[in-house]
């Protein structure tokens, strides 16, 4: 299976500052097709996981420019510019390039 | 608007069954994949098994193959997810996802406990 390596495990960020948490795979994550399917998610406190960022760098549907997504092959990076207080949780990576899909262990960020 | 409501968790004693169901609306549930994936409680994110539109295709994590069954019926948009001889192991909240994992419900939390 993939495996994907999140850092850091937790973050502390002042309220208007930048956050930047990477994920690194055992393996590319470039599909046969060409795409590369890694995602961001978000799991705010007692909430079921949403998705921030499709494919690298796509903004998911109402998801502010605030965040953005980069990297390829097997290191990535998602960063939070101008940290708000609805921000805070638990970020979690995940591939679904290869079978079976696999998720990050999470990096939890809180709020100065 | 998207929805999945997830249903038919509980407290249930090791080596029974419990069957969940995934309720969708807001899209053409017959022509997406499906997925059930879980989240023991305080821990991350584990795929458990997933389906394809029609039915005909089923894939399983190995802790749970041979002791879980995913399924649908496009009739009435509902995905399910039977877990037999359950385990200690097993307890988790459990959330059905959308093909691209691009929509979640709010989960179900399943207890195996005797």
């Known amino acids: 299976d993939v495996v994907l390596t999140q850092t850091p495990v937790s973050l502390l960020i002042s309220l208007g500052g930048q956050a930047s948490i990477s994920c690194r795979s055992s393996?590319?994550?470039?599909?046969?097709?060409?795409?590369?399917?890694l995602h961001w998610y978000l799991q705010k406190p007692g909430q079921s996981p949403q998705l921030l960022i499709y494919?690298?760098?796509n903004r998911f549907s109402g998801i502010p420019d605030r965040f953005s997504g980069s990297g390829s092959g097997t290191d990535f990076t998602l960063k939070i510019s101008r940290v708000e207080p609805e921000d805070l949780g638990v970020y979690y990576c995940?591939?679904?390039?290869?079978?079976?899909?696999?998720f990050g262990s999470g990096t939890k960020l809180e709020i100065k | 608007e998207v929805q999945l409501v997830e249903s038919g968790g509980g407290l249930v004693q090791p080596g029974r069954s419990l069957k969940l169901s995934c309720a969708a609306s807001g899209f053409t549930f017959s022509n997406y994949g499906m997925h059930w994936i879980r989240q023991a409680p305080t821990k991350g994110l584990e795929w458990v098994a997933s389906i394809s539109p029609s039915g005909g295709s089923t894939y399983y994590r190995d802790s749970v193959k041979g002791r879980f069954t995913i399924s649908r019926d496009n009739a009435k948009s509902t995905l399910y997810l039977q877990m037999d001889s359950l385990r200690s192991e097993d307890t988790a909240t459990y959330y059905c996802?959308?093909?691209?994992?691009?929509?979640w419900g709010q989960g179900v939390m399943v207890t195996v406990s005797s």
């Open positions: 996802a959308t093909d691209g994992i691009d929509y």
């Open positions: 995940l591939q679904r390039t290869h079978n079976p899909l696999t």
């Open positions: 494919q690298v760098s």
């Open positions: 393996q590319s994550l470039v599909h046969s097709n060409g795409n590369t399917y």
